[in-house]
């Protein structure tokens, strides 16, 4: 992998991590498009790093307190009933669909979940589902008796039968295309939650998720199974840092006020122009896939 191809997959990491439209799904299709190797899920989840720490600074009272609560909860029974220690809980109880089936089918995330018209069809899916929770959370949003439900949540309502919800719905992320914040917000949409709340808790449930992944494909990186050397995984690390700094910043004040109707088309667009790509034979399926590991 050239500096310039880490620059370019690092810049598209930071951008598409927050957003619901798939990095993994954006670097793989990057590196197809511009006839480069497939950099593979170890750089991917490698990169993924970057991204987490700008999640950390950004939040980083947040998880602090959470952090520093929860440790004492353990030692000091009066703390366990606190929001932030149960918050801790929540967050481990749902890392852990993602962690368990991450493990299971890691030979077919790095193989047969690379095919490009399974990505396409990752897009469309859940393309489909975000629109269909974001209009009923719109409808819920405006009240009136022809609202679909009651009044949204928020995360101070969040039980642990949700934090497991939110867990499965996040391990879908592991088919490229379904796309980690998109499938964790678009359930969080459909248990009731306001659209602050469902990212919020996507971003804060994708920590351990996201860091577990990248320290444990570490040891790929450089491999005989992957494209991507040492200097180019931690330079395009860096740079998906700095610009998902900058990204999460704007779409958290974007789902505050905002429909996710543009990313919705954004995805269906994406998926069925693929689809169409590949069945008129301009691209393979498993095009450059054989180079990642």
Do not use: N
């Not at 995805?267 to 896939?289: K, M, S, T």
């Amino acid at each position: 992998m050239t500096w310039f191809e880490a620059l370019v997959l690092g810049i598209v990491q930071g951008l598409t991590e927050f957003l619901p439209i798939s990095s993994s799904a954006h670097i793989r299709l990057t590196a197809v498009v511009a006839g480069w190797q497939d950099p593979g899920a170890a750089f991917t989840a490698v990169t993924q790093i970057g991204t987490e720490v700008a999640i950390l600074i950004y939040f980083r009272k947040e998880i602090r307190a959470i952090v520093t609560t929860w440790t004492r909860s353990l030692f000091d029974r009066s703390l366990r009933s606190a929001p932030d220690a149960r918050m801790g809980w929540l967050v481990i109880v749902g890392s852990v669909p993602i962690a368990v089936l991450g493990i299971l089918l890691k030979d077919t995330v790095e193989g047969p979940f690379r095919d490009l018209r399974l990505i396409a069809l990752g897009f469309i899916v859940l393309g489909i589902a975000l629109g269909v929770a974001d209009r009923m959370a719109a409808q819920a949003e405006r009240g009136g008796r022809h609202r679909a439900r009651g009044p949204l949540k928020e995360l101070d309502q969040l039980s642990v039968r949700d934090g497991v919800y939110f867990g499965l719905w996040q391990a879908l992320a592991l088919i490229p295309g379904a796309s980690r914040s998109g499938a964790t917000i678009t359930g969080g949409l459909f248990l009731g939650y306001t659209r602050e709340a469902a990212a919020r808790y996507a971003f804060l449930l994708a920590i351990p998720a996201v860091m577990g992944s990248g320290l444990y494909e570490l040891r790929e990186i450089g491999g005989d199974t992957g494209h991507a050397g040492w200097g180019a995984t931690i330079f395009a690390t860096l740079v998906s840092f700095a610009i998902g700094w900058a990204v999460i910043a704007w779409f958290m004040r974007w789902v505050s006020t905002r429909s996710f109707m543009p990313f919705v088309w954004y995805r269906i667009v994406v998926g069925v122009a693929l689809l169409v790509l590949v069945w008129a034979g301009v691209l393979e399926p498993l095009a450059g896939a054989e180079f990642g590991g």
